[in-house]
């Protein structure tokens, strides 16, 4: 605004001023009032624009100042009423429980043996301000794990009740189970406890973990190996088992893994499952096991090749699937090659019965990167049931001075000179004397004994002798003989009734089994057989303590013979036994002869060979061929 604006202003005032004093009534008495002073904070020259009403500046700083205030106030609030919370929760709440409070302590040995007793004793101790209802401990075992008052009764899970736990109380609870494991195995226990709190349903649950290593193994095993075998040479390993449990082992098996390249011949005993399961069954303390086990390896010269054995607990019966591990080793040996490689070839036979014949061969190859001249064999036969006589070689000669076969350059001339990878055979034979020739009822193994011989050359002329040597056995195996016969006139029982059978009326018959065994003992061997429907079980058995026994829910009889050791008795029986039965013949049957038992058959298992024994008998009828006083025609039903 300019000054000529501002006089203007300021003479119209002064004008309106004096109209408004000519107008006022000089008698009037006017007194001042005394008004408050007010600061409206207004700018006294128009020009004047650093006011704090019209800053803008100022009036955003006051603002912002504003909000914050609010902020830390709000914070304020809500850090004193979380305390307020607090402060009842700690010392005035009775309703909240804490899983933290609640103290779970084990005591307990950190290391024991394999199949020792395991004792925990676990402390509970409530240290809220509620009571624990309904509190139980549960405790999760490995598997494995038996109770140490039922040996035979698994226990992968125990439990028990504990008494309700007020403010500040505490309970003890011991506990007891059998532990199995590994050498140096560390078994993992849980604990839990489970509890209620007042006006909840709800289960809450705390729980802890107990280590406990095993030091050493609830089964010794030691496998005797050779530290080196000669590549496709026959060798037997040896292994023994030994239970170091103070308590029985229930349900043992034992399984060998081979490595590539074994070639498995027999073991003694014989496995259960395939070449490499045995079930042990039960082993009581201190009990010991032999296997052996004999095979051969092939491979590279300087391979390694390794075993395993695990043995355990398996509930199947002998499949291999072992749930708890008692124990396990490894074993290495070193593959080597011979110079010249000599085997003997049997036909994937073991064993051999008296009146048997072999046909066997002889192999060799060059190895070497070298040749040989002059080589020979010579195979060496040792056994007192071969027969002399039998002793043949296609091109070989027999040498009956020294019982054995000889090969060389004047039989086979290629054996005079070998270049590197050269390979030859021949092939042999020769029969076992008959079982009337085996002295006291018990016959020596065959062994078979094979010598190389040559001279090796090297290229810069260099010689040296080279000899290689091969081991064979063969095991001579039972003759077991098995008869079975039925009879009337004959026999340890009285029979009566009608002979021929007679429709309606009641006969009786005995049967009789034998079982000759002139050589080597067998072992779990037993006689099955199966009765016919209208055939009746008398329960007479002769001689008393022979275990026949009948299973009328199949009409099964079994006579279980156990072991039955050999006898020098020639063609004796060794074992004997007979029982009764009865026949009422139907209609349906007339003119017949009848069945009276069927499905006969013996097994067993040569303790020396480890084979298996299978032998059957025909059915038996009423056509009593094996009584010497029956006659013709009485086998058949009449009316």
């Known amino acids: 605004m300019d000054k000529l604006d501002s006089f203007d202003e300021e003479e119209s005032l002064d004008r309106f001023k004096r109209r408004l004093e000519r107008n006022i009534p000089a008698s009037l008495n006017l007194r001042p009032t005394r008004l408050p002073r007010a600061d409206f904070n207004v700018r006294r020259n128009w020009d004047d624009e650093g006011t704090e009403l019209f800053d803008p500046a100022l009036k955003k ?4 100042g504003g909000w914050l205030n609010k902020f830390f106030l709000g914070a304020l609030i809500f850090f ?33 043996r394999s199949g020792d007793e395991l004792n925990l004793e676990t402390t509970i101790r409530n240290r809220n301000k509620v009571t624990l209802r309904d ?21 992968p899970l125990w439990r028990q009740t504990v008494a309700d736990l007020n403010p500040g109380q505490s309970a003890m609870v011991g506990s007891r189970a059998v532990i199995y494991g590994a050498q140096n195995s560390s078994q993992k226990i849980v604990l839990k406890i489970e509890y209620h709190i007042p006006d909840s349903n709800a289960i809450f649950t705390k729980e802890t973990e107990y280590q406990v290593l095993i030091g050493s193994g609830t089964i010794d095993l030691s496998y005797d190996l050779p530290a080196e075998i000669n590549s496709g040479k026959t060798f037997t390993s040896d292994l023994k088992i030994t239970s170091n449990s103070k308590s029985v082992l229930r349900q043992v098996a034992l399984k060998i893994e081979y490595p590539l390249g074994f070639d498995f011949l027999s073991a003694d005993p014989s496995p259960t499952t395939g070449e490499q399961i045995w079930y042990l069954g039960d082993l009581a303390p201190g009990v010991s096991r032999d296997i052996k086990i004999t095979g051969s390896l092939s491979g590279a010269s300087e391979e390694l090749k390794s075993f395993k054995v695990t043995i355990g607990l398996d509930k199947t019966g002998g499949t291999g699937d072992i749930s708890s591990e008692y124990g396990s080793l490894f074993k290495t040996v070193n593959l ?6 000599a085997t003997i070839d049997l036909r994937g036979k073991t064993s051999l019965a008296p009146g048997d014949r072999l046909e066997g061969g002889i192999n060799w190859t060059n190895n070497l990167p070298d040749k040989v001249i002059n080589g020979s064999l010579e195979l060496f036969l040792s056994g007192s049931l071969i027969d002399k006589r039998t002793v043949d070689s296609r091109d070989g000669f027999y040498n009956s001075l020294t019982n054995s076969i000889i090969w060389d350059k004047t039989t086979i001339a290629s054996l005079g000179l070998l270049t590197p990878g050269d390979i030859g055979q021949s092939n042999f034979s020769f029969t076992t004397l008959p079982l009337s020739a ?11 004994r094979l010598v190389f011989k ?7 002329e260099f010689s040296e002798d080279v000899a290689t040597e091969v081991v064979k056995s063969l095991k001579i195996g039972t003759l077991v003989k098995f008869a079975s016969g039925g009879s009337y006139f004959v026999g340890p029982f009285k029979n009566t009734g009608p002979l021929p059978p007679k429709v309606g009326e009641e006969t009786t018959y005995t049967i009789t ?27 007479a058995i002769a001689p008393l303590d022979e275990k026949v026994i009948y299973d009328k829910n199949n009409n099964e009889v079994t006579w279980n013979l156990g ?35 069927k499905s006969i058959n013996f097994e067993g298992e040569d303790a020396v060979t480890g084979e298996k024994i299978n032998l059957s008998a025909p059915v038996i009828d009423t056509r009593l061929s094996a009584d010497p006083s029956f006659s013709a025609g009485q086998e058949k039903v009449v009316e």
């Open 513 to 539: 089994w034998s079982v000759t065994n002139p050589t080597n003992p067998v072992k779990l061997a037993k006689v099955t057989a199966k009765l016919p429907l209208y055939v009746k079980w008398l329960s």
């Open 61 to 64: 700083a006051k603002t912002g």
């Open 563 to 597: 072991q039955v050791e050999p006898s020098a008795s020639g063609d004796l029986p060794t074992r004997q036994a007979s029982f009764q039965l009865s026949i009422t013949p139907s209609l349906s049957q007339l003119g017949e002869a009848v069945e009276l038992l």
């Open 80 to 112: 004193l009423a979380t305390l307020a919370v607090a402060v009842y929760v700690l010392f005035y709440s009775t309703n909240i429980v804490s899983a933290s409070n609640i103290d779970l302590e084990v005591k307990g040995p950190n290391q024991l």
């Open 438 to 448: 085996v002295p006291g009822g018990v016959a020596s193994p065959i062994n078979l």
């Open 135 to 155: 509190v139980s401990i549960t405790i999760t075992y490995p598997a494995g794990t038996v109770d140490s008052l039922e040996t035979a009764k698994d226990l």
């Open 454 to 460: 040559g001279t090796r050359v090297t290229s810069d």
């Open 336 to 341: 080597k090659k011979d110079f010249v490689s």
